[in-house]
């Protein structure tokens, strides 16, 4: 009875001593969203429950090899132990409640993470092999994600390729993109300042390098943001030309699968691209002119180059102008 009540005080002791030093260790970033209170409450929980758990474990091992130890002149065994019913209800039990208790709060947190508010921004995001774009309410898009702080947004995200995850560490929550399907993700920042969106899940040989800014301001600067973007959209659309097709085609991150040097990728290389004789996958060959090439970014699949799949390029929602201006820059690619 005696070793049963220095073991409970010794893990009664040490258990707060653990989840300090676990405490202290700083493994989170800062907190900087709403959806984060809820994810670090529970982190906390499960911090506890650890520090309690090694304890249980570590007390009594360490202190039955050193007060049990074989002393000097001792040779024969130990006494076996006997069954103990009543033991071993309690190590059912006591886990059991445990689990089903931390089996509510996770489902109760992950409802936290999920609240809508109505005033909610939807921003479109689209990942792709290696970068990011983010489509805003006025139709401008960026490679930057701004969001103003204390407003919900609702991430509606597609892939264009293959399975990327959205993921922004100070907000904790995290996403799957998932080609041919758009998925939810609600972040109500609650901290000004830069972040840094990164991909959480293997996607290729740059996954490491797809990151880009997150910045959270003031609505006020927010606005400003928005106002400028806008303006130089507008600007980009009324100049036209090779250069505002060049900036369509960074913003759709075509180059991810269009070499410029005339290297095979996913797609046809562009170099030289324009009135050059192309062979299709029926054995037919179409002269890439003006219409062909239209005709290829509305439609992808209406003419497959040979050696090249179908239905690998997404349609891209390009305006007839757009469109225009992307054909004019091609047929800059000598
Ligand atoms: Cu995209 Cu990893």
């Avoid at 046809?268 to 324009?274: A, I, S």
């Avoid at 192309?278 to 054995?283: E, F, M, P, W, Y």
Wanted: charged share 15%; aromatic share 10%.
């Amino acid at each position: 009875m005696r070793h049963f009540v220095i073991v409970a005080l010794l893990i009664a002791v040490l258990t707060p001593l653990i989840y300090v030093g676990l405490d202290a260790s700083h493994v989170m970033p800062i907190e900087a969203s709403a959806q984060a209170v809820p994810v670090d409450w529970m982190w906390n929980m499960d911090m506890g429950a650890i520090a309690f758990l090694f304890a249980l474990v570590m007390v009594p091992l360490i202190y039955a090899l050193i007060v049990f130890r074989r002393r000097k002149g001792e040779s024969g065994d130990a006494e076996p132990g006997t069954d103990s019913k009543t033991l071993e209800v309690t190590w059912t039990v006591i886990p059991l409640v445990l689990v089903t208790v931390f089996a509510y709060l996770g489902a109760y947190s992950l409802g936290e993470t999920r609240l809508v508010a109505p005033n909610a921004m939807e921003i479109g995001v689209t990942a792709h092999q290696w970068d990011w774009s983010f489509t805003y309410p006025g139709g401008f898009t960026s490679n930057e994600l701004h969001l103003p702080v204390n407003r919900q947004v609702l991430l509606k995200m597609q892939s264009l390729d293959v399975i990327h995850s959205f993921w922004v560490p100070e907000f904790r929550v995290k996403q799957d993109v998932v080609p041919g399907r758009t998925t939810d993700l609600r972040i109500t920042p609650t901290r000004t300042g830069d972040y840094q969106v990164r991909c959480a899940e293997l996607c290729g040989a740059s996954h490491t390098y797809m990151i880009r800014s997150v910045i959270v301001s003031s609505e006020a600067t927010y606005q400003a943001w928005v106002k400028d973007q806008t303006a130089a959209a507008a600007a980009l659309l009324a100049q036209g030309g090779p250069a505002a097709g060049q900036a369509f085609v960074v913003q759709s991150g075509c180059a991810a699968c269009h070499s410029l040097d005339g290297s095979k990728l996913t797609g046809p290389t562009w170099r030289g691209l324009f009135g050059s004789r192309v062979t299709l996958s029926d054995g037919t060959t179409v002269t890439a002119d003006e219409a062909y090439l239209t005709e290829s970014i509305l439609d992808p699949n209406a003419k497959v180059v040979r050696g090249f799949q179908a239905g690998i390029m997404p349609k891209f929602a390009l305006t007839d102008d757009q469109v225009k201006f992307v054909v004019a820059y091609l047929e800059t690619l000598k």
